[in-house]
């Protein structure tokens, strides 16, 4: 009976080794990890270049819910992220190869990525808490290697399931990221926001809209590698 449980703990304990192996990875390939992110959010990326600044203060409103609606939807692109980062998980291919692979997996998780999306938002729908339970059981669909989309949700779910401590973790700090890539570009362009504000200050709203699509560029990476790098490490 002892041996039938041996090969088991490795993988159980697996989430504790996870963060040094991840920021590994991330420092190795941060090129074309970032090269990948920024391929992934280019919907976001094109959205705040294209923002101009506005003439009054109803135009500067309007850009800045567009800002935080981008911080609100960024976590569908960075799941589609973790299929790229999982390719720099594997072995440790040449910077070429990382970037290729990565791009190959990062189109294989888009349809998965966004059926688990659909799972998740009409989770949230229903309640707040089963969405965001939704979120962390779903968080690995795109670095699953099963074949067929429904078949990716479910190893998802198993292996979060396995390391929910540590899935949940990192889930968490993602947002975390994300929301403070908010706070601080509105606290450092916008805030405070008078009445009445000059042409200067109607910009501001532009280069926060700009600085949060740089920001979530820079730093989707860490945690996408860091939820493949859980993924990877529960395989046989």
Not at 37 to 52: E, F, K
Not at 56 to 67: E, F, V, W
Not at 89 to 117: D, Y
Not at 166 to 194: K, N, S, T
Request: proline share 8%.
């Amino acid at each position: 009976m002892a041996s039938t449980l041996q090969p088991t703990q490795p993988r159980i304990g697996a989430s504790t080794s996870v963060l040094p192996s991840a920021v590994a990875s991330w420092l190795r390939y941060i090129a074309p990890l970032t090269a990948l992110s920024a391929l992934v959010l280019s919907p976001l990326l094109l959205a705040a270049l294209r923002t101009r600044a506005p003439h009054d203060q109803p135009g500067a409103n309007t850009i800045l819910a567009l800002g935080w609606t981008m911080l609100a939807t960024a976590w569908l692109g960075q799941l589609v992220l973790v299929g790229g980062a999982s390719a720099m998980t594997r072995g440790r291919p040449s910077q070429l190869r990382a970037f290729g692979g990565g791009l190959v997996q990062l189109v294989r998780a888009i349809i998965p990525c966004v059926l688990a999306a659909a799972s998740i938002a009409i989770g949230g729908l229903a309640l707040a808490v089963p969405g965001v339970a939704l979120l962390v059981l779903l968080s690995l669909t795109g670095a699953s290697r099963e074949r067929g989309a429904r078949a990716r949700l479910a190893d998802s779910i198993a292996v979060a399931r396995k390391h929910l401590p540590a899935v949940a973790l990192v889930v968490a700090g993602m947002l975390a990221i994300d929301a403070a890539i908010g706070l601080v570009a509105y606290r450092m362009l916008v805030a405070p926001r008078p009445p009445h504000p000059t042409p200067a200050q109607l910009t501001a709203a532009r280069d926060f809209v700009r600085a949060i699509a740089i920001g979530l560029v820079l730093a989707s990476p860490l945690p996408a590698t860091m939820l493949a790098t859980i993924r990877t490490r529960a395989e046989p």
